[in-house]
């Protein structure tokens, strides 16, 4: 069964600083996907990234980047130069070959910055 | 942009009651999917459906029910609403062709008395 952890619950950090919410994984395809979600408080989760299998390099995105690591199995996310908009629950999520349209959640990691 | 409407914001229905949550999209997208969020759980898989009429159990199907008769709305039911259904409930959309991503509505807060 596929089995996403986020064993950070919440993050609090001032402003400015860098923040890394991990992620590890479980699974026994080959095949598969990772995602990570932000939901903001108004509600509505918002797709970030997408990292399959196959593909470990890390993905820079402005102040965001991913660090994929086969070997680990762990997909973390780390956020330079933090800023108060970036507060938000973040979701990592992992898609199998076998139930493709069924993503498998982790737990979230609620993430405060404080200015 | 793509819009996955739910129709409530806010819910609340009492021990017994037959519940309807409403969701639509406007983008033409093949699945739907509604899932419950639960401090501490993360999002669960409820029902998923990839066609008009068709649909599959998720992982916590038990006292639910879906129906999608149009491609654009995908309906969750609580047949007979219970107290731990409590929950924040979400909607999301996506094209068919595997790993795409979820879009999704902004959620029903139910509250179950």
């Known amino acids: 069964a596929q089995k996403v952890t986020q064993a950070q619950t919440e993050i609090s950090v001032v402003e400015k600083e860098d923040v890394t919410l991990d992620c590890v994984y479980e699974?026994?395809?080959?095949?598969?996907?990772l995602f990570w979600y932000k939901q903001p408080p108004s509600g509505e989760l918002v797709f970030l990234i997408r990292?399959?299998?196959?593909?470990?390099q890390n993905e820079i995105s402005g102040r965001y980047s991913w660090n994929f690591q086969k070997s680990t199995s762990s997909f973390n996310f780390t956020i330079t130069a933090s800023q108060v908009v970036d507060s938000a629950v973040y979701f990592c999520?992992?898609?199998?070959?076998?139930?493709?349209?069924?993503?498998?959640f982790g737990q979230g990691t609620r993430l405060t910055i404080n200015p | 942009d793509v819009k996955v409407t739910q129709s409530s914001r806010y819910l609340v229905k009492r021990t017994g009651e037959k519940v309807f949550l409403e969701c639509v999209q406007d983008?033409?997208?093949?699945?739907m999917f509604w899932y419950r969020q639960d401090p501490g759980l993360g999002l669960r898989l409820i029902y998923f459906?990839?066609?008009?009429?068709?649909?599959e159990k998720g992982d916590i199907p038990e006292g639910y029910s879906v129906s999608r008769e149009k491609k654009e709305r995908f309906s969750l039911i609580l047949e007979s609403a219970s107290t731990n259904q409590t929950s924040m409930y979400l909607c999301?959309?996506?094209?068919?062709?595997?790993?795409?991503?979820?879009?999704f509505g902004n959620g029903t807060r139910l509250t179950v008395t």
């Open positions: 999301a959309s996506s094209l068919t062709g595997g790993y795409s991503p979820l879009h």
């Open positions: 699974t026994r395809d080959t095949t598969y996907y």
């Open positions: 990292r399959n299998s196959f593909d470990e």
């Open positions: 999520a992992l898609s199998e070959e076998a139930r493709a349209q069924k993503l498998a």
């Open positions: 983008m033409d997208h093949e699945n």
């Open positions: 459906s990839y066609d008009v009429k068709m649909k």
